[in-house]
């Protein structure tokens, strides 16, 4: 939603099997291409997109190595990847693809005041409508049942209550 709000051309959303529900969402959020569910090839997929040289800006939100892998690969040659999650695994790859491309790496944590500020503005003026993304709103006691239900896909995200 923030990627059409800003302006983005072509928006690719991409998971993985388990993520059918959450691809689904995303297509009727905006996303224009979701990959994933059907187990597609995806580095294949960018070479036969657009112009075959890649992504313009990818965003990692998945926390784990493989995601970084798969985003220099699709990543255009002066492309940005910017990465939100992360994970305690080690790379186990090389980053030279990010030299080779003169790809930029950009790191992003969470939030902060003048993101916040922005996102409230959205939500208060209807711009940003978040109906579809928060599933479940549960007591902090329920964390466990919560977080399973995103794990598997059940909902996209769920919010605790202290």
């Not at 993520?19 to 036969?48: F, H, M, Y």
């Not at 790496?105 to 902060?112: V, W």
Request: proline share 5%.
């Amino acid at each position: 939603m923030l990627a059409k709000i800003a302006g983005a051309g072509h928006i690719v959303v991409i998971g993985i099997p388990v993520d059918a529900k959450r691809l689904e969402v995303a297509r009727s959020l905006g996303a224009d291409t979701v990959l994933g569910a059907q187990g597609e090839n995806i580095p294949e997929w960018v070479k036969n997109f657009g112009d075959g040289y890649g992504i313009d800006l990818v965003i990692d939100a998945a926390g784990v190595a493989a995601t970084l892998k798969l985003a220099l690969d699709i990543v255009r040659p002066a492309g940005q990847i910017t990465k939100v999650g992360w994970g305690p695994q080690p790379l186990n790859f090389s980053l030279d693809q990010l030299v080779q491309k003169a790809v930029t790496l950009q790191g992003s944590f969470s939030h902060n005041w003048p993101i916040w500020e922005k996102v409230i503005g959205l939500l208060a003026s209807g711009h940003l409508n978040l109906d579809q993304v928060l599933n479940r709103v549960s007591p902090l006691t329920e964390w466990r049942e919560a977080f399973e239900e995103m794990h598997s896909g059940k909902i996209v995200k769920g919010v605790l209550e202290p």
